[in-house]
């Protein structure tokens, strides 16, 4: 008998989500190039319905009809290879969804191609790390609607669930899941920023040591900062180095690595010309981060302040930098969800922010009680502009900006980078300034260039003669 779906590649995320599929009642069949990965995972699958093939061939016809085919290789070049050994043994109708993190044109090509065969593409992000695979993931299925539907039941199976809801909504056409999922990373780095300068502050300024930044973390997660990254935050702050006893953090070198989804965010947000500096700027942290040995010369060279203390009790302080937080936080988010609106008309996704804050609730690496409080923004008004205009939000911003602002002149008095918070107040300020110094930019522009500008009090397009008198 024929298996109900297969999955090719074999690494830990493609191994982790077959099990999870098959957990949930459905056969499956396995596939690797190597087939040393086939065999393990078949030793390590006793008692399971994984059957494990050995030669596309013999994975293809191992599939019901219409097929449906997981690709969970490497983005880029091996998904296309992978894609081209498949097609000629593929039927009209058959399904193959990659659900690795690849950049959303590359889907959106792979999508058209395909289609051009009869072949329906599914780009999906599935968000959780190795544990969510495995246990329940976020799914971001883009593709064919009808394709979607197909494999529906199995993604919410095995997606992550919240109060009974699955993490697992059809999100839009061709490439619209691998965006959204992008955005996803997006978001996650600039979380991760200003969960880091919370700490650096509390550490320079307050002089915490590990264990207290464990109990702020820890007391920060059962309120309005619950998620994912904050709990495991305040997990690696009680994490103690085997070889030497110090804290985990202590010994680890501040050079933050990344795979290149954060920057793609960044870029598509400058290709849209839509704002997204919070997780542009850490993005760039994590460039600055990985300059070290230029760090470590600098620091011999350039100096910063005097330590200033900061006025009110280490408890106030430690509330403010919480506030400020929140209130960056809810910024970024806001810059998210304009990206993937503009990219929605961009793209014709007709994307469903309600929906997308929703499946980001469980699940993912982003996860977090606030992102209910988004979706209720959305059920207020689908068409939101922006997510600081919501009641909700508006009420919190208005009122934690005083925290965030005594925040950024803390740090900025002990010479202490917060590229994250101050530009998240920034974006708050500019977004909220009725009239910005652009008339001037405009005027420049028009003094060296006949750029040309619009006026306040008529219509039309003007030009100043500006050296004349
Ligand atoms: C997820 C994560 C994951 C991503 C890592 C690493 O949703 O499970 O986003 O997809 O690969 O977070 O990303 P960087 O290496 O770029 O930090």
């Given at each position: 008998s024929k298996q109900q779906i297969g999955v090719?590649?074999?690494?830990?995320?493609?191994?982790?989500?077959?099990?999870?599929?098959?957990?949930?009642?459905?056969?499956?069949?396995?596939y690797n190039r190597s087939s040393e990965k086939v065999d393990d995972m078949l030793k390590e699958s006793v008692g399971k319905q994984i059957v494990g093939t050995y030669s596309v061939e013999e994975f293809v016809s191992s599939l019901e009809s219409p097929r449906k085919i997981m690709l969970m290789v490497q983005a880029g070049a091996a998904t296309d290879a992978t894609i081209n050994s498949l097609l000629p043994l593929l039927d009209k109708g058959d399904i193959l969804i990659d659900g690795g993190n690849t950049y959303y044109k590359d889907t959106i090509r792979r999508n058209k191609e395909l289609s051009e065969h009869g072949i329906h593409f599914i780009g999906t992000g599935v968000?959780?790390?190795?544990?969510g695979a495995l246990t329940g993931p976020s799914i971001m299925p883009g593709g064919q609607k009808e394709a979607y539907e197909l494999v529906a039941p199995i993604f919410e199976a095995i997606s992550a669930k919240v109060n009974g809801d699955a993490c697992s909504i059809y999100i839009g056409p061709d490439g619209a899941g691998h965006y959204v999922k992008m955005v996803h990373n997006g978001i996650e780095y600039a979380d991760m920023q200003l969960i880091a300068e919370s700490y650096f502050l509390m550490k320079n300024v307050l002089n915490l040591s590990a264990d207290e930044l464990h109990e702020v973390f820890a007391e920060w997660n059962k309120g309005e900062?619950?998620?994912?990254?904050?709990?495991?935050?305040?997990?690696?702050?009680?994490?103690?180095?085997?070889?030497t006893g110090k804290p985990m953090v202590d010994v680890i070198l501040d050079k933050a690595g990344q795979k290149g989804t954060g920057k793609w965010t960044s870029q598509s947000a400058l290709d849209l010309g839509t704002p997204l500096p919070i997780i542009t700027e850490s993005v760039f942290a994590?460039?600055?981060?990985?300059?070290?040995?230029?760090?470590?010369?600098?620091?011999?060279?350039?100096?910063?302040?005097?330590?200033?203390?900061?006025?009110?009790?280490?408890?106030?302080?430690?509330?403010?930098?919480?506030r400020a937080l929140y209130m960056s936080k809810i910024a970024s988010y806001a810059q998210g969800f304009a990206q993937m609106r503009a990219a929605s008309e961009e793209y014709d996704w007709n994307l469903q922010y309600g929906d997308i804050a929703m499946i980001f609730r469980g699940g993912c690496i982003i996860r977090a009680q606030f992102l209910q409080k988004?979706?209720?923004?959305?059920?207020?008004?689908?068409?939101l502009l922006n997510l600081m205009l919501d009641e909700y939000f508006k009420e919190i911003v208005e009122s934690y900006q005083a925290a965030l602002r005594e925040v950024i002149s803390i740090a900025v008095k002990n010479g202490v980078p917060v590229p994250g918070f101050s530009t998240a107040l920034s974006y708050y300020d500019s977004y909220r300034t009725e009239t910005l110094p652009a008339n001037l930019i405009q005027a420049q522009r028009d003094y060296?260039?006949?750029?040309?500008?619009?006026?306040?009090?008529?219509?039309?397009?003007?030009h100043t003669e500006w050296l004349e008198d």
């Open positions: 090719v590649g074999l690494a830990v995320m493609g191994k982790n989500l077959a099990w999870n599929i098959e957990s949930r009642g459905y056969t499956v069949s396995v968000s959780g790390g190795e544990e900062l619950d998620s994912y990254l904050i709990e495991i935050t305040a997990d690696i702050f009680k994490k103690k180095d085997a070889e994590r460039f600055i981060s990985s300059l070290k040995e230029e760090r470590v010369k600098a620091s011999k060279v350039l100096s910063g302040p005097a330590p200033v203390l900061p006025e009110g009790s280490k408890e106030e302080v430690i509330e403010a930098i919480r988004i979706k209720e923004a959305y059920d207020r008004d689908p068409g060296f260039g006949a750029h040309t500008y619009q006026r306040v009090d008529k219509d039309g397009t003007f």
